[in-house]
């Protein structure tokens, strides 16, 4: 059986091993996908890259934070979530990060509003409540409306200190605080899970009837 390596990038003109050097600094691209999207811009002709180098250049000037919310926004621009008057500002959903706020949307469950930390309380990394944009949380919750605020951080160590933390925080400035029910993933099996995993679907149940 002949085992075939995978290329190496000392086998490359330089300017392609540059690029697959760069390409594998992104998160879930390993050196096959590095290859594959190199490939398909070659085969795509040289505007290929101009458009995608262009796209890329373009986001830090052009991007900004949404002061209320945090989430990305075009540049001093309106707020595509908090300025969108069919969603209920009387919910907030507090994440860890915009890219938790993406996989929330793409659900097209939730119509309210959020709060994007850009972080989780973490003090050995030294990130602290004040790293978390909470005078935002707090001058949306000092206006009044507020109804429920859901923590969305995740089921780890600092997400959950980072939940009871936010819980206190938001004390009575909020009709109700509730925390996302985590559990068994869809289509596996309970012999599957673990304690911790079943223990927490357990008390993360909700009215079925
Ligand atoms: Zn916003």
């Given at each position: ?52 180098a ?17 989430a ?21 959903c ?41 005078e ?10 507020v ?5 969305a951080?995740?089921p ?29 993933p ?19 149940r909700?009215?079925?009837?």
């Amino acid at each position: 059986m002949s085992v075939v390596s995978e290329p190496k990038s000392a086998s490359f003109p330089a300017p392609l091993a540059r690029c697959l050097e760069e390409l594998e600094k992104l998160p879930g691209v390993g050196r096959k996908s590095a290859l594959r999207i190199l490939f398909s811009l070659l085969s795509r002709g040289p505007e290929a890259f101009g458009t995608l180098a262009g796209a890329l250049a373009a986001v830090p000037a052009s991007v900004d934070r949404c002061p209320d919310c945090r989430a990305f926004r075009e540049a001093g621009g309106s707020c595509p979530l908090c300025d969108d008057p069919r969603r209920d500002p009387g919910v907030l959903c507090v994440v860890e990060s915009a890219s938790d706020l993406f996989l929330l949307e793409a659900t097209g469950e939730y119509r309210g509003l959020y709060h994007v930390l850009n972080g989780l309380l973490s003090p050995m990394k030294g990130v602290r409540p004040d790293h978390l944009g909470l005078e935002a949380l707090s001058a949306r919750l000092e206006r009044g409306g507020v109804r429920e605020v859901i923590l969305a951080t995740p089921p780890t160590a600092e997400g959950e200190a980072t939940a009871s933390y936010l819980a206190s925080f938001v004390g009575a400035r909020a009709g109700k605080v509730t925390r996302i029910g985590f559990g068994i993933p869809v289509g596996s099996d309970l012999q599957y899970a673990d304690s911790q995993t079943l223990s927490r679907a357990l008390t993360g149940r909700r009215d079925y009837r």
